[in-house]
């Protein structure tokens, strides 16, 4: 009796890992399943919808694979668990879709969230459909079908979920439940979608005018599983996604630490190993050259650096959060289930035993052969390998003016580093976390930070943007000309302002991460810098124009948790005094572990357009370039 190889067997058993505690909850006659947690701020039918749907796509992940034959003892176990999930599953959808049934999860509506899912379990159904479709009858399929007819008609956003109505449609025409539409409004929502491509496999998501993981969460496992189940009808646009998702592979590697972690950025971090996704889908699409060593080695990392982390509830689920639980930084639309689009990060399990990238040995990941620059022109991002972490310099991902609910301060940071990660604010709408960003606050006590944002210079030294701290009402608007440079561990950033009213500045460095609340601080000679027990620290050290030492921090239970990754934190800040009209600042931000790299810089000279600085490990440091104001 063969055995498939280990890393394969590995893969198959974490995602029956996450389907064990699902299955326990899986009662006879529902359509959804009981898991605790949040709800959204959709309605009760959408969040039970998405209870069933996402689930549906790991099982369906697993139950395409190969079935387990080792060890010899299990196998029985494993393949009545195998019936069991698929029984219950396939029950489940004729319950839910039968408007008799008391379980019927309701017809698709304009902007719902329903439609979302319906596209997602299209997917499934044809993904593991010997198991899950096939088994019905042919009056449980027209009614199933009727189902996702709904959708026809509705009103989608404008952003990746125009992907889902191509689905939805795509998959009737499969079943012959076409209509004779049909073909013209997949053509114009993939058209449309096609038009928000900005450059070397990157899109804009719509409404959201964000560059993220939502390119990976979303863009590229919808185009490539388009092009996968129905790409035959149109080739020539199944070979762009195609060719698009090459591009985007390639950059998008480098956002993976040497510990398989990637940077929490932009909106549904808690979706963790979603981000995988796309490395499966590109190898079993034939559309990536990278090695399948070292796709293999970045899956599996990033797969396991989340599910060894507490990222579970109190029924053995997954729980909201990052890299433990925190139910708070979840989006308004999110609910107790929806960690489950996590389950996207299985499509290396379309790929059969024999394939590769189950095979080959390890290679490692560009994070672990050294430090990097990689600057990413379409979405105005430079990624940076520092030690074995890595770090987004964000200069073109924004957020809408009318999505600045979801806070802006998740696309509006001068860095988003692995390791250290960020801090919320809360209420997202109103707030701002003044970690490694730049804010300004008004004589009404009200706080801005940078939402909009145009990428001026790009190349491997540095990063320039042009942007601006205000909003419309009150005509609030401070002009903004950010500068970046690096060096190991450290940013300097100077910042060319000009102030339309009175307002006090704050400059903030990286926000530590503290698992307890002890923290050592110190403040010398306008340097900020907070070390853990673990030995992780933060330094903040002002060179002009911030006077004022501060500290945003969370050391005891009396306020809310705000940081990503830990219960407590320490974030270095500077703040002006109050001023308008033109000036600048300038300062160096640092995080890491190595305290002789954490030491001050000294000026060595400051002339106009040419500073030179000086480091006791680093050494000499001269940078030249024009925004550079003479630094007395």
Not at 319 to 330: H, L, M
Not at 551 to 574: E, K, N
Request: charged share 20%; glycine share 8%; proline share 6%.
């Amino acid at each position: 009796m063969s055995s498939a190889p280990s890393a394969y067997l590995h893969l198959q058993a974490q995602a029956r890992r996450l389907l064990e505690p699902l299955v326990a909850l899986m009662q006879p006659g529902r359509a959804d399943l009981p898991i605790a947690g949040p709800a959204s701020d959709h309605d009760r039918q959408a969040d039970r919808l998405e209870s069933f749907a996402r689930p549906l796509l790991l099982a369906a992940f697993y139950l395409q694979s190969t079935p387990e034959m080792q060890p010899a003892a299990d196998v029985e176990a494993r393949r009545a668990f195998r019936l069991h999930l698929a029984w219950w599953l396939r029950q489940g959808l004729i319950a839910g879709t039968d408007p008799r049934d008391a379980g019927y999860w309701g017809p698709d509506a304009s902007y719902h969230q329903h439609h979302v899912e319906m596209g997602l379990m299209a997917i499934a159904l044809q993904l593991a459909e010997r198991e899950l479709w096939m088994p019905l009858s042919a009056e449980e399929k027209t009614a199933v079908a009727r189902w996702f007819a709904t959708c026809r008609g509705g009103g989608i956003v404008n952003n990746n979920h125009l992907f889902m109505s191509v689905h939805i449609l795509e998959f009737l025409g499969k079943l012959g439940a076409a209509h004779r539409t049909d073909r013209a409004v997949i053509d114009a929502h993939l058209s449309q979608l096609e038009t928000m491509h900005r450059g070397g496999g990157w899109f804009e998501d719509g409404i959201n005018q964000a560059y993220d993981h939502y390119n990976a969460y979303a863009f590229h496992f919808y185009g490539l599983m388009w092009a996968r189940l129905h790409g035959g009808r149109d080739a020539a646009r199944a070979q762009r996604w195609r060719d698009w998702a090459r591009l985007f592979v390639d950059d998008y590697q480098h956002f993976f630490a040497a510990s398989g972690e990637h940077p929490a950025f932009g909106r549904s971090i808690t979706y963790r190993f979603n981000a995988i996704n796309v490395f499966g889908l590109a190898l079993a699409e034939g559309c990536t050259d990278l090695a399948p060593g070292r796709l293999r080695r970045l899956c599996t990392r990033n797969l396991d650096f989340f599910l060894s982390r507490p990222i579970y509830q109190e029924q053995g689920c997954l729980a909201s959060g990052f890299t433990d639980r925190f139910d708070q930084i979840i989006e308004p639309y999110s609910c107790a289930a929806s960690p489950y689009w996590a389950a996207k990060g299985f499509t290396p399990l379309l790929l059969p035993p024999e394939h590769a990238f189950w095979n080959v040995p390890e290679e490692p990941l560009p994070a672990e052969c050294g430090d990097f620059v990689r600057p990413m022109r379409a979405p105005g991002l430079v990624l940076r390998g520092v030690g074995g972490e890595v770090e987004i310099l964000n200069g073109g991902s924004m957020v809408g003016n009318t999505q600045l609910r979801y806070g802006a301060w998740k696309w509006s940071k001068l860095a988003y580093r692995t390791g250290t990660h960020f801090t919320y604010a809360f209420p997202e709408i109103s707030n701002v976390s003044p970690d490694s960003a730049l804010t300004q606050q008004l004589d009404d006590r009200r706080v801005f930070g940078r939402h909009s944002t145009v990428v001026v210079e790009m190349d491997e030294q540095h990063l320039g943007y042009s942007y601006n701290l205000g909003a419309k009402v009150g005509q609030v608007n401070t002009g903004v000309e950010t500068f970046v440079w690096w060096r190991a561990g450290w940013l300097l950033h100077v910042h060319r302002f000009d102030a339309r009213q009175p307002v006090v500045l704050r400059l903030g460095g990286f926000a530590l991460p503290l698992a307890t609340s002890e923290v050592q601080r110190n403040e010398e000679n306008l340097r900020l810098a907070a070390w853990s027990p673990a030995g992780h620290g933060t330094v903040l050290q002002a060179l002009h124009g911030l006077t004022a030492a501060e500290w945003d921090a969370r050391l005891d239970t009396t306020s809310a948790r705000r940081h990503v990754a830990a219960p407590f934190h320490a974030t270095p800040v500077f703040a002006t005094t109050r001023l308008s009209g033109p000036g600048w600042l300038a300062a160096l931000s640092w995080t890491g572990t190595d305290r002789a790299a954490a030491a001050p810089w000294r000026v060595v000279a400051g002339a106009a357009e040419r500073w030179q600085l000086s480091h006791p490990q680093l050494g000499a440091w001269e940078v030249a370039h024009w925004s550079l104001p003479a630094l007395g």
